[in-house]
C-alpha cells in the first residue's frame, strides 16, 4: 500500500553533482525514519543518510561533507543532494521509510565516470 518512489539518478563525471528525490504515496510524517541506501554492484546495500521525524540526521562516513538528506513535508518528498561524486559512489539507490516495518522503493541509478 506504501509506495515510494525515487527519482534523479543519472550519468554523472565525477565531481559533478545530482539530487535524488523520493516521494510518498501519503505523508511523510507518517513515517518515524526516511533514508537513503545505495546498492554497488556485487555489493550489499548500505545506509547512505538517514532522517527522523524530528529532522535528525545520519551519514555514512562515505557520505559526510558530500551528500544532505533533507524533506520537503508539503511534497511529502525526501531528497538526497550529492556532490563531489566520486566512482565509487556507482550503484542502485534506494528510498526507504519505516513506520513499524521498513518500505522500499524501486531504486534509481547512479552511476559516476571517472
Known amino acids: 500500500q506504501v509506495q515510494l518512489v525515487e527519482s534523479g539518478g543519472d550519468l554523472v563525471q565525477a565531481g559533478g553533482s545530482l539530487r535524488l528525490s523520493c516521494v510518498t504515496s501519503?505523508?511523510?510524517?507518517?513515517?518515524?525514519?526516511m533514508a537513503w541506501y545505495r546498492r554497488a554492484p556485487g555489493q550489499q546495500r548500505v545506509l547512505i543518510a538517514a532522517i527522523t521525524r524530528e529532522n535528525t540526521t545520519n551519514y555514512a562516513e562515505s557520505a559526510k561533507g558530500r551528500f544532505i538528506i533533507c524533506r520537503d513535508n508539503a511534497k511529502n518528498t525526501i531528497y538526497l543532494q550529492m556532490s563531489s561524486l566520486k566512482p565509487e559512489d556507482t550503484a542502485v539507490y534506494y528510498c526507504a521509510a519505516a513506520t513499524s516495518r521498513w518500505y522500499w522503493g524501486q531504486g534509481t541509478q547512479v552511476t559516476v565516470s571517472p
Open positions: 501519503g505523508s511523510i510524517f507518517s513515517f518515524n525514519t
